[in-house]
């Protein structure tokens, strides 16, 4: 079978950049990564817009930038849509992913996501009624069954930060003989605390419906806010004794104590916007919420934070291993190079001795084989 082409179209509609340069400067590093070219359009009308917009349409899946106040329907072969300001989400099924509020840099993710979902596919899978109540599976080469790398998102649990933040991450892990359940989840802001910690715990037990996933060795990884959610998730499932109980919770750059990332307003007040209340005023929803006031949680965990990231981020890592260091649990923290990124980076130094202190972890009852 032949390679899909890896050439793809991007189309600007009138005034959505301010300055082309810029942006095209932003689209060649994000191309080159990857290997990839692509045709830019950017219309001076409407009718140029549309015209651009049906001629991407016969390529397959493209990049679109409709501009934010307009209309945009995207055609039956599906579009990777930016909007480069926060928006409403465009909730349409043809629109595989909204990458919006996250400035210029939006078209980074943008290649990102259409590369990863072009040569690296996977299925989408409900878990939940509700649109984001969704996990994206991808599973390896070979017999069955597989190790599973569960991940959570991170983004200061707002909406505009979704589940193609962690693709990468997801390819990586497969090619290592994980089957890999990236999750999204509903956001706190749209839908309530409770309702995006169910819905986490809830994703945790949906493996129980694949039949290609090894049950007893799951390994749950969240990044920044995710690091809450995945360890929180852990906690959960051991003290309710449910089907599925990972057998490593990781944190990757997680924030992991509430009330300090609350006191100190890490993420624009990122914490009481998503709880809904300061920790002051609720202390019973914070410790419940918080890992490091859930300690022990029950299970291994592998707390990693870059060096360079936030210097609150990195201390709040520090922070939980010493707690935990006096406690049961058994807890690895590790250290490098690099920024809040680069712990979900394949490419890093950083992941790559997290990965693998993640495959020594699990083969101690389980040998892993690698899939290419």
Not at 151 to 156: A, E, K, P, Q, V
Not at 352 to 360: K, L, N, S
Request: aromatic share 6%; proline share 4%; charged share 25%.
């Amino acid at each position: 079978m032949n390679e899909p082409s890896r050439r793809l179209h991007i189309v600007f509609a009138p005034r959505s950049v301010a300055h082309r340069g810029t942006a095209t400067e932003l689209l060649t590093r994000a191309l080159d990564v990857h290997g990839l070219t692509a045709e830019l359009t950017f219309a001076a009308d409407t009718t140029e817009f549309d015209t651009a917009v049906a001629a991407a349409a016969g390529h397959g899946e493209f990049v679109v930038c409709p501009g934010i106040g307009n209309t945009f329907a995207a055609p039956a072969c599906g579009v990777v849509r930016v909007d480069f300001g926060d928006c409403a989400a465009d909730r349409s099924d043809r629109t595989r992913v909204h990458i919006r509020g996250r400035g210029l840099d939006g078209l980074r993710f943008a290649i990102d996501s259409w590369y990863h979902h072009r040569f690296h596919p996977g299925k989408i899978v409900q878990y939940g009624t509700h649109r984001d109540q969704r996990a994206e599976i991808r599973i390896p080469h070979g017999d069955g069954p597989f190790p599973v790398a569960m991940l959570i998102h991170g983004g200061y649990w707002r909406t505009p930060w979704e589940f193609d933040l962690m693709d990468a991450l997801a390819v990586d892990l497969k090619t290592r003989g994980y089957l890999t359940w990236n999750v999204e989840y509903r956001r706190a802001e749209e839908n309530g605390w409770a309702a995006m910690t169910s819905d986490v715990a809830d994703a945790v037990q949906a493996t129980a419906t694949l039949p290609e996933a090894d049950l007893e060795h799951v390994v749950v990884l969240g990044h920044s806010a995710g690091g809450q959610l995945a360890l929180r998730a852990a906690a959960d499932a051991v003290a309710d004794a449910t089907t599925v109980r990972p057998a490593l919770a990781v944190s990757l750059a997680g924030v992991l104590d509430l009330r300090l990332a609350d006191e100190r307003g890490l993420g624009g007040g990122a914490v009481s916007n998503a709880v809904g209340s300061r920790w002051a005023d609720d202390r019973a929803t914070y410790e419940q919420s918080s890992p490091i006031d859930r300690l022990p949680l029950g299970t291994l965990q592998l707390v990693a934070c870059a060096v360079q990231d936030e210097p609150d981020l990195l201390e709040i890592s520090r922070e939980f291993v010493a707690a935990a260091a006096g406690t049961t649990d058994d807890v690895l923290l590790i250290e490098g190079p690099g920024d809040h990124s680069s712990v979900i980076d394949p490419a890093s130094e950083i992941w790559r001795t997290i990965a693998e202190a993640i495959d020594v972890t699990l083969r101690r009852t389980i040998r892993l084989r690698t899939h290419e």
